[in-house]
């Protein structure tokens, strides 16, 4: 299986910080990376496709990049309700989450 | 408005059954696959199981290969989790979860609340 190793797994930022969130596969997956959100005791909710496509209705202060191994999660300005955890998944074979990471005021 | 309600969780034994279900609802079922994702308590996300638009191909996570089997109903609406010989690990919340993207690459973009799986004596 491919393993999806994302770093931080913990993050402290304040409103308005400008946050990247990283996520390394165990090998190349092209660009097949999604990125979700979830909150307390919430679903997820798919923030970004493809590894580079925002999700209709997700706000555009959300943004993805990378391909191969290595993609980027960036929040350009955070909001109060972006504080949640952050899960990358990979679907070039059986697909596989990373471990999340938790952003935290 | 995609709706997705999952019911059938609960408490079971190890060794035991249990079918999960998922009742899907503002849009066109059987034009989509399905999956099942599911989260321990405090841990991460676990892709589970994956079934094509027809019912016809389906895929596993090899923790769950040989014991969990995957359905739906499209006459229904409705997508299935059957789960046997269940194992303390395998205790969770157990989410469904809508696929956008194309056949083995998927992009969950509708997600349940979840229904609770707990496996203990």
């Known amino acids: 299986d491919i393993q999806m190793t994302q770093s931080p797994s913990s993050l402290s930022a304040s409103v308005g910080d400008r946050v990247t969130i990283t996520c390394r596969a165990s090998?190349?997956?092209?660009?097949?990376l999604n990125w979700y959100q979830q909150r307390p005791g919430k679903a997820p909710k798919l923030l970004i496709y493809?590894?580079?496509s925002l999700q209709n209705g997700v706000p555009s202060r959300f943004s993805g990049s990378g391909s191969g191994t290595d993609f980027i999660l960036t929040i350009s300005s955070l909001q109060l309700e972006d504080f949640a955890t952050y899960y990358c998944?990979?679907?070039?074979?059986?697909?596989?989450f990373g471990q999340g990471t938790k952003l935290e005021i | 408005e995609v709706q997705l309600l999952e019911s059938g969780g609960g408490l079971v034994q190890p060794g035991g059954s249990l079918r999960v279900s998922c009742a899907a609802s503002g849009f066109t079922f059987s034009q989509y696959a399905m999956n099942w994702v599911r989260q321990a308590p405090g841990k991460g996300l676990e892709w589970v199981s994956i079934i094509s638009k027809s019912g016809s191909s389906t895929d596993y996570a090899d923790s769950v290969k040989g014991r969990f089997t995957i359905s739906r109903d499209n006459s229904n609406n409705t997508l299935y989790l059957q789960m046997n010989s269940l194992r303390a690990e395998d205790t969770a919340v157990y989410y469904c979860?809508?696929?956008?993207?194309?056949?083995?690459?998927?992009?969950?973009?509708?997600w349940g609340q979840g229904t609770l799986v707990t496996v203990s004596s």
């Open positions: 090998r190349s997956i092209s660009s097949y």
């Open positions: 979860a809508k696929d956008q993207g194309l056949w083995l690459l998927p992009e969950l973009d509708s």
């Open positions: 998944q990979q679907s070039y074979g059986t697909p596989t």
């Open positions: 493809g590894a580079s």
